[in-house]
């Protein structure tokens, strides 16, 4: 097989996608938990309409209003979220720099003006395309991502990366 080349230039966009990508499976519990209070403050309403004496509309909703704490927070810590990405994209200049890669049946050369690196494949544990990425993972949980659009051939890089990394997700 021959050696893949592209390259890439990082966006805030992509390294957003990265982030979230890394942090929804870790947070899906707690926002599914999140979603249920919501929906039982909305519907409380509804479940005190068979008391003797309903409270008002207003009573009700005060009476419940612990239960949109942890939503709050969710939605105070998906702002922090975006607020530090942001800030690391722009401190980090090492992540806004264009990447040359260059991919064949040994492993990844990733280089770029001030790094330059090589990853065997046996040290990449997962591949998965998403939004638009492609993202490879190893047992570190470092990843490698770049958008879909940047790889000149799919079908050979995606038939490698499917007889490289066993674990693989939407690699069709």
């Known amino acids: 097989m021959e050696t893949i080349h592209f390259t890439d230039s990082p966006t805030l966009e992509g ?3 990265l982030n979230t990508h890394v942090l929804q499976p870790k947070t899906r519990l707690l926002r599914v938990i999140g979603g249920l209070l919501v929906l039982t403050f909305l519907l409380f309403p509804l479940m005190t309409r068979s008391q003797p004496q309903p409270p008002t509309l207003f009573q009700a909703y005060t009476s419940q209003l612990g239960l949109l704490i942890l ?49 065997e494949w046996s040290l990449l544990n997962h591949a998965e395309v998403n939004k638009g990425y492609f993202f490879l993972r190893t047992a570190q949980n470092l990843f490698y991502h770049f958008p879909v659009s940047a790889v000149p051939d799919k079908q050979n890089f995606m038939e490698l990366i499917r007889t490289k990394i066993t674990n693989t997700k939407n690699f069709k």
């Open 15 to 17: 390294f957003y996608t």
């Open 71 to 119: 939503p709050g927070i969710l939605i105070c810590l998906h702002i922090l979220t975006r607020y530090t990405i942001k800030k690391r994209w722009n401190a980090a200049k090492e992540l806004r720099e264009k990447r040359s890669y260059s991919i064949n049946e040994h492993g990844i050369q990733v280089t770029a003006s001030s790094f330059n690196g090589f990853l």
